[in-house]
């Protein structure tokens, strides 16, 4: 299955300011996803990163709030935008590559803003 | 779109007994059902799946089961150890697309006590 790399694997923000987390994989995949994790919660789905394209946003989280950006099939970043307290959780990239259903996450990015 | 209900929110068992796990799905299309481990601070873990061509699968202690017909799918860990201690989550894929978005439970805290 394919490896990620996801990084920071922490931080703590200030409010009002953004952060970027990358997920870079080690071959090509069909598919890459970005979960948000909340304390003590499930995974819930924020984004289809799409290569070369707009990604597709689930109801509830918005463009402008949580950027993302996937140039090829390799990597793609997720910004959380003007952080407020509320947006502290863990945050994980997810990808699959269509040929065994497989879905592998990333390590994870433990973000606390204060 | 999809909805997945889990079942127990917590388990607590001995060490060597079985364990138990529900989920239920909504979206027929569904056909990819994985379950994963997420032990605390750490990403979450494929530990077995299933496809709705087949109505179970084993992999040494772990086992699970499929009903179509009723849409949902169960986890059974035999001889637990106090290593299976951890957070159990199932999932099911979207549209019955081998790359479509995972839908997640909501979560089970199980418990093995020595």
């Known amino acids: 299955s394919a490896v990620i790399s996801q990084k920071p694997s922490r931080d703590i923000c200030q409010r009002g300011t953004s952060l970027t987390i990358q997920c870079q994989v080690d071959?090509?995949?069909?598919?890459m996803f970005w979960y948000r994790q909340q304390p003590g919660q499930s995974l819930t789905l924020i984004a289809t990163?799409?290569?070369?394209?707009?990604?597709?946003?689930e109801s509830g989280f918005v463009i402008d709030k949580f950027p993302i950006s996937r140039p090829n099939l390799t990597f793609s970043t997720l910004t959380v935008s003007n952080m407020s307290p509320e947006d502290s959780s863990i945050y994980l990239c997810s990808v699959t590559d269509s040929s065994n259903y497989g879905y592998t996450f990333g390590s994870g990015t433990r973000l606390t803003v204060v | 779109g999809e909805n997945v209900e889990q079942h127990p929110s917590t388990l607590s068992v001995q060490e060597g007994d079985s364990a138990v796990i529900k989920c239920t799905y909504s979206?027929?299309?569904?056909?990819?059902f994985p379950w994963y481990k997420q032990e605390l601070g750490k990403r979450p873990q494929l530990i077995i799946d299933i496809r709705s061509n087949v109505g179970e699968k084993k992999d040494q202690r772990i086992a699970v089961t499929l009903n179509k017909t009723a849409k949902h799918f169960s986890l059974h860990i035999t001889e637990t150890q106090p290593e299976d201690s951890a957070v159990y989550f199932c999932a099911a894929n979207a549209g019955g697309t081998s790359y479509g978005k995972l839908t997640f439970g909501q979560g089970t805290i199980l418990t093995v006590h020595p």
């Open positions: 071959s090509q995949v069909t598919m």
């Open positions: 990163a799409n290569q070369g394209s707009e990604a597709t946003y």
């Open positions: 979206d027929s299309a569904s056909n990819y």
